[in-house]
Nanobody
Framework: QVRPVESGGGSVQAGGSLRLSCVVSRYTFGRDCMAWFRQAPGKEREAVAG????????TYADSVKGRFTISQDIAKTSVYLQMNSLKPEDTGTYYCAAKVFAGGCAGLRTSDFVLWGQGTQVTVRS
């Protein structure tokens, strides 16, 4: 019924930037963890970044620290992922997901997230 919708993916050269958006319609943020995951062909889905809607605390995978920034707009029920200094290994399908009624965002485990978007493709050319 309620699903996140991602946008903003595309193809960029290594070193470039992209800004992904995730909108959750017909929903109001409360105590939720909103997170970005990504998956490359033939590989497991991995967590990229998370933000706790009640306070704005963030967490990042080591591979993207210092390059990616997750943020939220509570009024628009949206989360964003600013991706800078992109590398070819960042290529994949990026998914927005929600863990509702959460106590925090520590430990981004795929199985804990119950609402998933359909994904947006990110390609980084070398």
């Amino acid at each position: 019924q309620v699903r996140p919708v991602e946008s903003g993916g595309g193809s960029v050269q290594a070193g470039g930037s992209l800004r992904l958006s995730c909108v959750v319609s017909r929903y109001t943020f409360g105590r939720d963890c909103m997170a970005w995951f990504r998956q490359a062909p033939g590989k497991e889905r991995e967590a990229v970044a998370g933000i706790y809607t009640a306070g704005g605390g963030t967490t990042y995978a080591d591979s993207v620290k210092g390059r990616f920034t997750i943020s939220q707009d509570i009024a628009k029920t949206s989360v964003y992922l600013q991706m800078n200094s992109l590398k070819p290994e960042d290529t994949g399908t990026y998914y927005c997901a929600a863990k509702v009624f959460a106590g925090g965002c520590a430990g981004l485990r795929t199985s804990d997230f119950v609402l998933w978007g359909q994904g947006t493709q990110v390609t980084v050319r070398s």
